[in-house]
């Protein structure tokens, strides 16, 4: 049977790698916009019912997102499960944008309950990119298939 995170990768293609590494660069940018220039906005999308407080969540998730970011980047070996883990992440942090749009907050532009809304919709794209982009999607597939 396949160990899923320390099998080889499935064959990567141009077209992941660029996938891959533009959605790492973008996780790069986001984490130093937690930290620096976007560090409000990004307070608006911790929950209010969050036990932590704003401004660690997001120092906390900033961090997070420039560790998958660089990692997406240079671990092409372990693309597969920095794939898994960064999913996971979007599937974390979706609270946080359904927070956003429950409690009305304002941040990035999002001012009415329907850009909120509609912004909700994004966070799945962003799984699958991640999936898609490593490798994943094939990787599970294949794992699923050496079991049946």
Request: charged share 20%.
């Amino acid at each position: 049977m396949t160990n899923l995170l320390t099998a080889d990768p499935p064959p990567d293609t141009l077209t992941r790698r660029i996938g891959r590494v533009a959605l790492g660069l973008s996780l790069v940018f986001a984490g130093i916009g937690h930290l620096t220039f976007s560090r409000e906005e990004f307070r608006a999308q911790v929950p209010d019912w969050f036990p932590v407080s704003e401004d660690v969540t997001v120092l906390a998730s900033g961090a997070v997102e420039i560790a998958l970011g660089s990692s997406l980047v240079v671990l092409s070996r372990r693309r597969v499960a920095v794939g898994l883990v960064a999913a996971a992440f979007f599937v974390v942090i979706f609270p946080g944008n359904v927070g956003q749009w429950l409690e009305h907050k304002d941040g990035f532009g999002l001012d009415t309950d329907a850009r909120r809304f509609g912004r909700l919709f994004f966070q799945p794209v962003l799984v699958a990119w991640a999936l898609w982009s490593t490798g994943a999607f094939s990787a599970l597939r294949r794992a699923r298939a050496d079991r049946a």
